[in-house]
């Protein structure tokens, strides 16, 4: 009885291994494969949604994708099941977007219409981002993540204000134009001052008036000049993470700051560590 | 007759910290309901310049901004009477805007066609500004404050030159497309011209001739590199301020920013510790 | 005999300190009616160029017009007349744009139809960049200027990049999408790669079909990430020159890069000079 | 005999040299040349996609067009003969361009349509890179190279993730906008978002409904600061550089690439000059 309990945890433990974690080759290998099979029913969902294909190969799509889900829904059901505790990889991030690209397509049994939802598949391939920790990018995208952190204070700032001022500015060109000229109720205004401000610029509403082209003219100059603000703070931040990196100090004259591949202190010639 | 003047002292003192400062807990309270309010006000606002809902849900907007009104009248009154001398509120800055954004609401009743102002109630969302100066965003907005002061005239020059080239292009552009292309006077091609440069291009205006076509190109591209400008600055700006970011002070003079490797002061000469 | 011609040398003389220098209170006065005075034939061309307003007061617009060609016309002589050699002035970068700026108002009159070559006036606008050079922004844009010179090479060797790959992917367009979808010739397709790739996107021309559409997209992304390169070559640029802007080094340890305001070494403590 | 086979090798060596390097008077002549000969046979394919010139000169063009692709042909056949191993250069990056630009004017004698293809000689302006690394240019270009290899990583993680969030944003956008409003296709939404993000915005696409207008807002002004990141990461990879400028080599080891108050070689300790 005790025997087969461990050989049961042993099993759970196994199939943890292989499902969760990637330092075996089987890990590696059923990463490789999700990975495959998420950008597999990505296409599905693409090839789909465009209509000269999916009239000419509606079954075989349809077909494809009901293999797909339910591919999904055994290594949902697996995960749960090799799991000690299911309920924490239910409600983890993960496990709600799981539930949500696999459900659709048995929804669209009962419902008409849930369908397209079959579309939120594409959440899945968030879980990239959870495979590639085992790549080498991870040096590359921790790095990147530091420089963010440390600048997120600021960057929020910074948004906030932009936030304000497209309000305002929203509002003041919703009294200048007017509904006549597309600006036709505050959020809408508010809508083109941040398309505006941040240079996209679609051109779908654009001031008629005089007056709200001279206010827009001066508005996209300033945000021209706003958008220095958020690159120097991440350059700041990452000029910084770059000249600290190397933090061990001569033993004889303790400068520190030294290249990453240095040998002998810059400064005194002593044989670093 | 002095025990109650002192205490008529005392009732506009302590009104004045609950409204003007924030260190107390009433000020505090007072600071998170003005701003919840002015936020319920802009969403009404809001909701009253779309079509749809106006007409459905208009009484109770109606109802609801004259609550907010005279909410905020009663506020401005308060704010006058517990100032000693009222007349450096009314003229300040923010003092303006609370009357800007309160009266309208007043002349909507004599004048017809003045409701719209209410929108200006918008400009109120600046005092976000006044009230988070006592979250701990201080120190990061702060910091980009003292970065964005330093590199003030430096974007002055260079926004100062955009316009100049704005203008002179703006002028080209009008004599090589002229009025049947979309350039129908100067100041439209300028805007043209300044929509173009910060790479918003709306495509309401767009070059139709071929010389027009290759001028826009040419300047397109210089205007590419000249995003770099600003940026730029605020970068180096920043990243040397991170050098002085060093925040102990001289033991004698008391002098701080010394540069993170110093061993003595740099403005006596002491050394540090 | 001599004595005349030492006068007439003075009267000259003076009058080129006045016109030409800036040092006295004259040459100060003399630039700032300058300037005010292309600000006026600058708004005046503006103005003319508006329809209504042109309709309205065309007579009075005529008139102002002659009065500012005239003043020009005579600083024009009168800087002729006050160099000692004039194919200097005549033939030099601001000389040909007052010429250019005058002449047209004259030819207009013999011409039909070269008019509106009277907005070439705007060109005028540059010798702002002469009359400041006076103020105090001069420091500011100096420094502009060195970081601009020393990356000078850089940004040319990006541009010319960027205009390559801008003619093949303007080429590879014409191929893939073709007459029907607005690209009707292969410096059109280029025109397109160019506003595409600089984000301003108008969208006067759009890719239509699918893999144009993809194309574009992709282009769209990497140049994204090459907008970085120019903004990265300003900004090491003006950090460099910000870390190096004092070279004194200290008398005794010969240390170097003390802050601008130091008065003693943050080395050893020794006074600086 | 073994005269004879000196001599032909030494006659293909010579045109080796003239063909393949840049170090003599010839080879710079030859590079010239060819240098003009790419520039002279991309005007003519893009004048010929020019409907207005083509209907008029299009006799010329045809017979200038023979002679340019007679001349190639030419240098194909003996950048084959002069090298000794002609696979090397066939299957080259280079050889392929060459062949590929060659070959559409012979195949157009053959195959009615496919003459439009000679405008893929424009890839022959890439042969420009190859040819101006014996110019001066080659210092800045390099310089560039390092500092984009060395960041070469980062941005890649940094477009791989833009790449998945314009996946899942044109997912949702398809779910919510829907055909009626332009969004056709998941393929044609991804097109969108990546227009939209890379603030491009042509507006041939553009969100109309409200819930669509508001996460397209909320996109935008992310993306605003999600653009600050290639820039921090080139602008902080070019400072790094500019650090590591020092030139001098150790006396010793012959490394290079010291810190500039560096005083003992970083790899083998010896005192530097």
Chains 1, 2, 3, 4 share one sequence.
């Not at 924490?88 to 799981?98: L, P, R, T």
């Not at 008629?208 to 021209?224: C, D, E, H, K, N």
């Not at 000029?239 to 033993?251: A, D, E, G, W």
């Amino acid at each position: 009885m005790k025997k087969l309990e461990t050989k049961n945890r042993t099993w759970r433990e196994i199939l943890h291994e292989v499902i969760y974690e990637a330092d075996t080759r089987q890990g590696k290998l059923f990463d490789i494969i999700l990975l495959g099979m998420i950008l597999i029913s990505i296409l599905l969902v693409m090839l789909e949604s465009i209509n000269d294909i999916d009239d000419k190969y509606h079954d075989q799509l349809y077909i494809a994708e009901w293999v797909v889900t339910i591919i999904f829904s055994l290594e949902y059901i697996v995960r749960i099941i090799s799991i000690r505790r299911p309920s924490k990889y239910i409600f983890s991030f993960y496990g709600i977007i799981d539930f949500l690209s696999t459900i659709p397509m048995y929804l669209s049994m009962l419902f008409v219409g849930t369908h397209s939802l079959v579309a939120l598949r594409a959440l899945r391939l968030l879980r990239v981002f959870r495979i590639l920790k085992l790549s080498r990018f991870i040096g590359e995208s921790n790095q990147l993540m530091v420089a963010l952190n440390a600048s997120k204070a600021k960057i929020g700032v910074f948004l906030y204000f932009v936030l304000i001022v497209c309000i305002i500015l929203g509002t003041v060109m919703y009294l200048i134009e007017g509904a006549d000229n597309g600006f036709t109720s505050i959020p809408r205004s508010i809508y083109w001052s941040i398309v505006t401000l941040t240079t996209v610029g679609y051109g779908d509403i654009a001031p008629q008036t005089a007056l709200g082209q001279f206010i827009a003219s001066i508005t996209v100059i300033i945000g021209y000049a706003i958008i220095a603000i958020p690159t120097g703070i991440v350059s700041s931040e990452m000029t910084k993470n770059k000249v600290n990196l190397n933090t061990q100090s001569c033993p004889n004259c303790s400068y520190d700051k030294h290249r990453d591949d240095a040998e002998y202190c810059y400064h005194c010639g002593t044989k670093l560590n």
